[in-house]
DNA sequence: TTGTAAGCGTTATCAC
DNA sequence: GTGATAACGCTTACAA
């Protein structure tokens, strides 16, 4: 198997450089001799090899996509979106796993640059300065996802997590709660921890609710066990709350948990709204409601985007998603 | 950017061919030279293209992967464990997202054939004839992950579905058990299913217990939705089913809820024990008592396979990966 | 120890 | 229309 161009022309009885305007839908070139050619590349079953291609033509069909962390759950829709879009687009896409190591995504920024991909999709991180400046002596196009910069003008696909959160805790607002807590992520991350405790606060404070610190408990991150240490720690602080938001679906997973275990029934007692909307979201007892962020979509957009970039669209606008509330079982009205 | 070996053998005053020497740790220059090059190396911070040497080579350090869905949980953990061996190995991953479906299947197959990729990993589906012919056609490396074949003989890496199987039932048998009740995949799915159903017979049978087919429901996969029907219908066929045995975690997440829903309390009056130990398996409530497939050593172990083939290794072992159980809450002991 | 030159499988620029 | 032929950036005989 595995013949070359150069195995057709022979068998066509042309010169290898008729074969390929063929293959390239140049002009330049009988219909019969097409006919000819064509022939040849189906008995011999030729397909062209792309590493000869990527490096005639600086172009290889492939993105690089890193991600800190693959098992996290939101990370299979991303890349799904991502893939499909790139499959569809006709390139292919390389994972990187970076674990939010500075020196592990060098290294793989740099493997991407040996192998000559033609865009990156940066995901759910900080672009520090080193991978910027890196990135940009590659020469390609770069957008971030999930994500987005300060520092640099770098495109990016994200939801606005301020707004979204304004919009859970108004959501619970609406439903007549007015002693809300959160637990959040790590308020030093200020791609998604940050700006959801000020979205947070924004809605407390735009609908006359004040804002008591003790009422939102940092966690260190997004995860189930943060769930329910947070939990935990909401109850000794504000015991009071009738409801909370959770930054992630984790750890409102978490929370659910641990309030199941001091006998809290939720909603009944207590409301919880939960950040991503995952497929797990549906699963907890009861079904979480949860404000959904369309990762599928933010994956097919941002490699969208990055294949813009590398047909040579120059400026390219960053999106951002549109967030919706996915209502299920645990909020429940507040009866004044 | 980007310089080639040319201008670091002009800028060290040498020729390539002695760059290319230094740059593959081969013999044939003095050390003097080599700490020259390596100079004019480090000041032009020049790195090889992986794409000319992949062509002169015939070897991209790239290997492929197929899923047939991404967004299972499952998954992420295969791809992390394949990714971190192959990174060790420098290597890079291309993720291909069949959704189980043939013609998509041969169009990744054709493009990673293009690719010239240098192995690939064929996860959890059947490997049709038409994809071997293919993959054999291409004489590269293929080893089969969470999944294996009748027809040729393909080494793969899997945990035994039909032990495991037998195993987590032995395991509700040990408990105290005798009424047992199994919602199963689908059972013509010849790799995850029908093993299963096997195994849990098995167990029975070798327990004294007796197999009443009215006890075991088949899904048609293996998701909550299939859970939640799956667990309905049993309770309709075989209500005296004092403990469960479901084929996936997710279909265990499915019959907690639905247990819950009609009221039934896990694991006083119903034990159930899930397959699979995602992470999603400690969230639930009660957590989850799994048996644990080793995903992440898996994809680990079937990366390392390819690459140990890929070098030359003429007979590479199929691996039957340990299983074990993830004891969490969700089984009681039966008494007598 | 080092350099020259022929590939690897393409595409693209010339001539004819 | 078509065919040589020079790139692309590298490795590797083969010479020197």
Redesign the pocket.
Known sequence: M?????DVAKKA?????????I??N?????E???RKVLEAIEELD????A???G????KTSTIGVLFPALSSMLVTELLAGIEKAAHQLGSSVIVCHTESNGSKTMKYLQLLNEKRVDGIIFTSEILKEEYYEFIQKMNIPLVLLSTESRAYSVPYVKVDDRHAAYSAAQYLIKKGHTRIGMISGNQNDLIAGKPRIDGFKDALMDHGLSVDDSRIVCSEGFTFADGIKGFKKMRQQAAEVTAIFAASDEIAFGAISAAYQQGIRIPEELSIIGYDNLSIAEMSIPPLTSLAQPFYEMGEKAANMIFDMINGEQLVESRIMPHSIMERSSVAEKEE
Do not use: D
């Open positions: 595995n013949y070359t161009i150069k009885n042309v010169s290898i450089a008729t074969v390929s305007r293959l390239n140049q002009k330049g070139y009988s019969k001799t097409k030729y397909h062209p090899n590493i000869a291609r490096l005639i033509n600086k």
